[in-house]
């Protein structure tokens, strides 16, 4: 794993972005894998600002997020589909047909993980995944216990991963209880993987991803085993205690 130290949450997400567009700029049909979260927003911003500025296009690029809640529609603003489109897509040339989102309102469930993990396939290999860090070492929302071989499927939130999350919700309650996510296994199989970890409350689960042993009791810590990791965090998440 190649740890790269920044200042601070702005710096991250100029250098995050930039690993995108240099992906962007090379590759004739390049393959995102996106996250949701804080942490992501000010790398979508420097996108943003890159194709405002005219230095870059997405008409050739495809992009396949991470998870889903299960009972959220796309227009429900705690959606991943509706953060998706706000914080990204609506502002550049990037068609529906480009973005690929576990549809959470699906009737068979199963057969949506399924059918994600097919449009997965034909896009080919996903180029840079990117992803941010649960605080209990989830990536995704894979929650510790997770099958390190696991595809595309449904989970159990934890209770500690609800109340993480309450913060973009009116109250607790109103977070779903399931979700859709890639497996680790899927996660995995990409090229580069790009973990954005930023803020002092990160820090112990930095610290334990690095220093600490691989194991399905923090899914995070399986990066250890990937060839081709870039975690770039800044000096408050460093800080580890
Ligand atoms: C959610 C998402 C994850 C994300 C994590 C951390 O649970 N499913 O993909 O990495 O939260 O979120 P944040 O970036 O807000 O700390």
Do not use: W
Not at 42 to 55: D, H, V
């Amino acid at each position: 794993m190649k740890i790269v130290k920044v200042k601070d949450y702005q710096e991250m997400s100029q250098k995050a972005s930039s690993v995108l567009l240099d992906l962007i700029a090379k590759k004739a049909d390049p393959v995102l894998g996106l996250a949701t979260g804080s942490t992501p927003i000010g790398m979508y911003q420097s996108l943003i600002k890159a194709y405002e500025q005219e230095t870059v296009s997405f008409k050739h690029v495809k992009t396949f997020n991470l998870d889903e809640y299960v009972g959220l529609g796309r227009q429900h603003p705690n959606s991943y589909h509706y953060f998706m489109n706000e914080k990204l897509f609506k502002h550049i040339d990037i068609g529906s047909g480009q973005t690929f989102i576990p549809d959470g309102t699906a009737n068979d469930l199963v057969v949506e993980c399924q059918n994600y993990e097919q449009q997965i396939r034909e896009a080919g290999q996903i180029d840079i995944q990117v992803l941010g860090l649960g605080l209990n070492g989830h990536i995704g929302f894979n929650e510790p216990g997770t099958s390190f071989s696991s595809r595309t499927h449904v989970i159990d939130l934890m209770e500690s991963t609800r109340l993480a999350n309450a913060r973009f919700f009116d109250s607790v309650d109103e977070v779903p209880t399931q979700a859709i996510t890639m497996g680790i296994d899927t996660i995995t199989e990409s090229k580069l993987i790009l973990l954005l970890v930023s803020g002092e409350k990160k820090a112990t689960a930095l610290a334990r991803l690095i220093n600490g042993e691989v194991s399905e009791e923090f899914p995070a810590s399986i990066l250890n085993r990937h060839p081709n990791v870039i975690i770039i965090a800044d000096e408050a998440a460093c800080r580890c205690r």
